[in-house]
């Protein structure tokens, strides 16, 4: 996943510049497809935000899981408003970085909310995180370690 970021610094939710080879390194990755302004993308993500906490937070250790926002909002300000209402603690690609078409167009995102699952490679493990989260909850995550190559003790 490095690789798929390499050169280009993510933002935490209060608008800070991250390193992804730091802050991506050995983690499964939630590349999220959303925008403030879509309907099923508000209902969906503060189910992501407890999937998320309780990963991080309720985990000894914490689950090697980080998610990037992907924006399809309509300004940088739709953005950021949106990432400080309703967000969890995760990291997003700047709304102003082109990247995020090249990335629309690789994971073939058609639709919002997409959450696509990668490996460190940014191969995909599963493009129906969305949907496994809302059937399957905390349990699901187990089923994308396996498929990732990530190796590190987690128990839920």
């Known amino acids: 996943m490095v690789d798929v970021f390499s050169g280009r610094p ?16 050995n983690k499964i990755v939630g590349l999220y497809f959303s925008a403030g302004w879509c309907s ?12 998320y906490s309780e990963l991080l937070e309720g985990a000894r250790p914490p689950a090697p899981f980080e998610i990037v926002f992907v924006s ?3 300004s ?12 969890g603690d995760w990291l997003a690609l700047p709304f102003h970085d082109p990247y995020k ?19 460190q490679t940014g191969e995909v493990i599963t493009d129906k995180g969305r949907k496994q989260i809302k059937e399957r909850g905390l349990s699901c995550f187990r089923n994308w370690l396996e498929g990732a190559d990530v190796f590190q003790n987690f128990s839920n």
Do not use: W
């Not at 940088?76 to 967000?87: Q, T």
């Open 10 to 25: 993510l933002l935490t939710r209060d608008g800070h510049a991250v390193d992804p080879e730091e802050v991506l390194q």
């Open 76 to 87: 940088p300000e739709e953005m950021a408003e949106y990432m400080r209402d309703m967000h």
């Open 40 to 51: 099923p993308c508000r209902d969906f993500t503060p189910v992501l935000c407890d999937f």
């Open 72 to 74: 399809s909002d309509r």
């Open 101 to 119: 078409h090249d990335l629309k167009k690789k994971y073939n995102i058609t639709a919002i909310p997409k959450l696509v699952i990668v490996k």
